[in-house]
T-cell receptor
Framework: EDQVTQSPEALRLQEGESSSLNCSYT??????LFWYRQDPGKGPEFLFT???AGEEKEKERLKATLTKKESFLHITAPKPEDSATYLC???????????FGAGTTVTVRA | KAGVTQTPRYLIKTRGQQVTLSCSPI?????VSWYQQTPGQGLQFLFE???????NKGNFPGRFSGRQFSNSRSEMNVSTLELGDSALYLC??????????????FGEGSWLTVV
């Protein structure tokens, strides 16, 4: 069965302390891996789509990378405004939906 | 460009009642999907519509239903509400063509509380 697993569940960082979030997936025939950011009480905000191993995408302090089994979201020199829950998701084989991981809640202290 | 719009944003219902939630997708998007989000279960897929046809349905009881109109707007309905239906209901839209990994954009959600 297709699965998405994110780790760690929670991450507490000091401002400026870089770190990485992990998303591992098991799906045959990957048709994209999606990263979203979700603030409390709001809908997920799209960040990146990665389609093939070796692909990297960046946005401000965030950089997403993809291998054949997992994706990493690197947060470089985070600021308090980067505090959020980060979700990754994949479309299962031949299915019109996204399967989401449980998310990593990042808290950045000033 | 306007994003995905959901109404209402907040609502409180009593057990046994029914509720209808509305969603307007991004202009030009023909696929609309619905998700339920709870602290314990995370984001769970409800159903997906494309050109007024339901293409996929998640593992939810028949009390949960939806439809899509010719202008791509969508509604979902939950009948005979139970306390466990309290959740954030998220609508998302995408271009939806073929089976490629089209990017899905979410609305702000409708917060449903069942008392």
């Amino acid at each position: 069965e297709d699965q998405v697993t994110q780790s760690p569940e929670a991450l507490r960082l000091q401002e400026g302390e870089s770190s990485s979030l992990n998303c591992s997936y098991t799906v045959s025939g990957l048709r994209g891996l999606f990263w979203y950011r979700q603030d409390p009480g709001k809908g997920p905000e799209f960040l990146f789509t990665l389609y093939s191993a070796g692909e990297e995408k960046e946005k401000e302090r965030l950089k997403a990378t993809l291998t054949k089994k997992e994706s990493f979201l690197h947060i470089t020199a985070p600021k308090p405004e980067d505090s959020a829950t980060y979700l990754c998701a994949v479309p299962p084989s031949n299915d019109y939906k996204l399967s989401f991981g449980a998310g990593t809640t990042v808290t950045v202290r000033a | 460009k306007a994003g995905v719009t959901q109404t209402p944003r907040y609502l409180i219902k009593t057990r046994g009642q029914q509720v209808t939630l509305s969603c307007s997708p991004i202009s030009g998007h023909r696929s609309v999907s619905w998700y339920q989000q709870t602290p314990g279960q995370g984001l769970q897929f409800l159903f997906e519509y494309f050109s007024e046809t339901q293409r996929n349905k998640g593992n939810f009881p028949g009390r949960f239903s939806g439809r899509q109109f010719s202008n791509s707007r969508s509604e979902m309905n939950v009948s005979t509400l139970e306390l466990g239906d309290s959740a954030l209901y998220l609508c998302a839209s995408s271009l939806g063509g073929g089976d490629s990994g089209n990017t899905i954009y979410f609305g702000e959600g409708s917060w449903l509380t069942v008392v």
